[in-house]
């Protein structure tokens, strides 16, 4: 505070004289200052003023030096004793600094070592790890080799041991060395020769039905790791040939039979050897497919009773599939694509015989039905389909040419003003109990076949009644009868 009252004094006195008011000037330049004083030509003047100015601030100073004496006496000693301190603090960072530096060495030699320890250590575990591998890789190769003499019967063992055998290999680690190497070669070719036997094993379990080859054959790709790759090709390429025996039943082979007119311009597909080619290939297709699905159902069984011994879970929870209801979707939507694009030859033949493509239809369905409900198989349920649509264009053909079949004969029996004659009463009779009995074996079928023959009677009786004779000779009954009562007589008891 005196310091800073000190210079407002003195600042004070210097601006109110012009020659040193100059000096106080924010933007004093002393260059400018001088020339300026050259070109007014009052240097002495100007030196004589500079020079009291300076005898001024030098009083200025003597007189606050000695009013403030022993402050500034006392200033400077804090300033000494400051720089006291600062030695003192310096001296104890730098032996605390040498002390850090001491602490760090005695640990810095054990660290190191400790490190190069733990380094050698996960080295010799390294080196243990493959030695015990090593070792384990040629024991499974000698026991290999004895159970490939063994062959199909010790498939199960054998996969078992290419299973460890994989393991142990890991991603190839251990190329290079030479006992592993020598023997490398050989247990690749094994294995797929044991591949090769497991897919004859799964073939030949699969055609006859046996879950215990089955059985063998899916743990020995479960065990290499294959299994749903294999499983999942199985199915695809069953369902593949579902549509492709289709084809070749209703498209392929068929049109040699269909094609070309017989003479008089009668379709060659209107013969009875036209459509019993079609049948048979229809029947032996049939036969296909009902074999494929007894596979289908074996292999779905087999999967759900076997269960996977590391994850305890089914092998088809494993394989994430479902091979009944895949296959029995894949023949509806093959019925569904062939039968939409039939050509017109199978497609003539399809709708003069509908109830025998009805009861194909039906007794696969009926056939996949009655498979399911034993054990492994509790909780299957086929696909939620109409396989009725896929014959709705055939059905509405049939039943309008058996209303034809039926009403075509009335029609002639009663084409004339006579009575129907007993030959002609029982040939309507004869086609109304065949296109019945064409239906039989489907409730709903017969139930429309049987409207077509309730219009068929309903015209009958129509036409009857227009025979008849309503006349009043027909009321006198006291004399012999008349030619008007015989006529009545006879359309009444269906002459």
């Known amino acids: 505070l005196y310091t800073i009252k000190f210079e407002m004094d003195v600042l004070e006195s210097f601006a109110v004289e012009d020659d040193l008011a100059t000096f106080l000037d924010d933007n004093y330049n002393a260059e400018t200052y001088a020339n300026s004083i050259i070109a007014l030509s009052s240097v002495a003047q100007t030196l004589q003023a500079l020079q009291v100015g300076v005898e001024k601030l030098d009083t200025a100073l003597e007189q606050h030096v000695s009013e403030h004496y022993e402050d500034l006496i006392n200033q400077a000693t804090g300033m000494d004793i400051l720089e006291e301190s600062l030695a003192i603090v310096k001296t104890r960072i730098n032996q605390l600094q040498r ?13 190191h070592q400790m490190s190069t320890r733990t380094l050698q250590l996960s080295r010799l575990q390294k080196c243990c790890d493959v030695l015990r591998r090593v070792t384990r890789i040629q024991y499974l190769t000698k026991r290999l080799k004895q159970q490939l003499e063994g062959g199909v019967k010790e498939i199960t063992k054998t996969s078992q041991t290419f299973s460890e055998l994989q393991y142990l ?27 090769n036997q497991a897919q004859q094993l799964l073939s030949q379990g699969l055609s006859s039905l046996n879950q215990n ?8 790709f479960n065990s290499i790791g294959t299994l749903r790759e294999v499983v999942t090709t199985h199915i695809e390429t069953t369902c593949t ?27 060659l597909g209107s013969t009875a050897a036209s459509r019993a080619s079609l049948w048979s290939c229809l029947d032996k297709w049939s036969t296909q497919i009902t074999a494929q699905y007894n596979q289908m159902h074996v292999l779905h069984r087999t999967l759900g009773r076997r269960r996977d011994t590391a994850s305890h879970r089914t092998l088809l929870e494993e394989c994430e599939v479902t091979p009944i209801q895949t296959f029995v979707s894949a023949v ?42 034993v054990e492994g198989l509790e909780n299957v ?24 079949r039926l009403l075509d004969p009335v029609n002639m029996a009663f084409s004339g003003k006579g009575v129907p004659s007993q030959a002609e009463m029982e040939g309507l009779v004869r086609a109304m109990v065949s296109e019945v009995t064409a239906a039989r074996g489907d409730q709903e079928l017969k139930k ?8 068929a009677v309903r015209d009958v009786l129509n ?33």
């Open 99 to 111: 002390s850090m530096g001491t602490i760090k060495k005695r640990l810095s030699e054990p660290y």
């Open 169 to 195: 290999y890991g991603d190839g680690d251990l190329a290079g060395i030479d006992v592993i190497d020598r023997d490398l070669e050989w247990v690749m070719e094994a294995r797929v020769n044991m591949e």
């Open 213 to 220: 080859q089955t059985s063998s054959a899916l743990q020995v």
């Open 241 to 267: 040939s579902i549509q492709e025996g289709l084809n070749s039943a209703l498209h392929g082979k068929l049109e040699q039979s269909f094609s070309g007119v017989a003479p008089g311009g009668v379709s």
């Open 332 to 373: 509806h939507s093959a019925l569904q694509e062939e039968l939409r694009n039939v050509n017109s030859a199978a497609k003539q033949a399809l709708n003069l015989e509908y109830p025998k493509a009805l009861r194909l239809v039906m007794s696969l369905w009926a056939h996949f039905g009655e498979k399911l409900g």
């Open 381 to 404: 349920e086929l696909p939620k389909t109409n396989v009725r649509e896929v014959l709705t264009t055939f059905q509405c053909t049939y039943l309008a040419r058996s209303l034809n």
């Open 448 to 455: 429309l076949s049987s409207s077509n023959v309730v219009k």
């Open 463 to 495: 036409k009857c009644e227009g025979l008849f004779y309503h006349g009043s000779s027909v009321n006198d009954i006291s004399s012999d009868p008349n030619q008007h009562h015989v006529r009545n007589i006879q359309v009444r008891e269906g002459h």
